[in-house]
């Protein structure tokens, strides 16, 4: 195909979504939506993201219950879509602390950069021999 029937199709395709209803969120995230305000509540009173998932799920069925991790992202969404603040504020950035005075007795220096070298291959390795003053080589028994 040559690139301008590509890209034809592709509008053809995306003009076809047009006229289809958009599919949005699960059963799931229109439930968060629905008890925003009502988990925020139950926040503010002490519970946490934990204790109010283990709510929800004690009366739902086995294959029908909620993970915590996903309840999260998707209250956060929910919250983000109403306005509201998200559930845990972004953590601050650390201050810049003075950096701490030590005893200079403790502290090593820092070893310095050597470059690493290589013999010469040409150059022969000196190894001391051993005199063996015509002797075998097992020395004297």
């Known amino acids: 195909m040559s690139k301008d029937t590509d890209i034809t199709s592709a509008r053809e ?3 076809h ?3 289809q209803p958009p599919k ?3 059963p799931l995230m229109d439930l968060v939506r629905e ?3 009502d988990i925020r509540a139950a926040m503010l009173e002490g ?3 934990t204790d109010i998932v283990a709510a929800l799920n ?3 069925d086995a294959d029908q ?3 915590p991790q996903t309840f999260r992202n998707y209250l956060q969404k929910a919250r983000a879509e109403q306005g509201l603040a998200p559930v845990q504020p972004k953590r601050a950035q ?3 602390t003075r950096p701490v005075k030590t005893n200079s007795k403790f502290v090593q220096p820092e070893p310095t950069a050597r470059p690493h070298t290589r013999p010469d291959a040409h150059v022969a390795r000196q190894i001391p021999t051993q005199k063996t003053n015509g002797r075998n080589m097992k020395g004297d028994l």
């Open 35 to 37: 008890l925003a305000e």
């Open 58 to 60: 004690a009366n739902r």
């Open 65 to 67: 219950q909620i993970n």
């Open 17 to 19: 979504l047009k006229t």
């Open 24 to 26: 949005r969120g699960s």
């Open 13 to 15: 395709a995306l003009e």
């Open 47 to 49: 519970h946490t993201l």
């Open 94 to 96: 650390p201050t810049q």
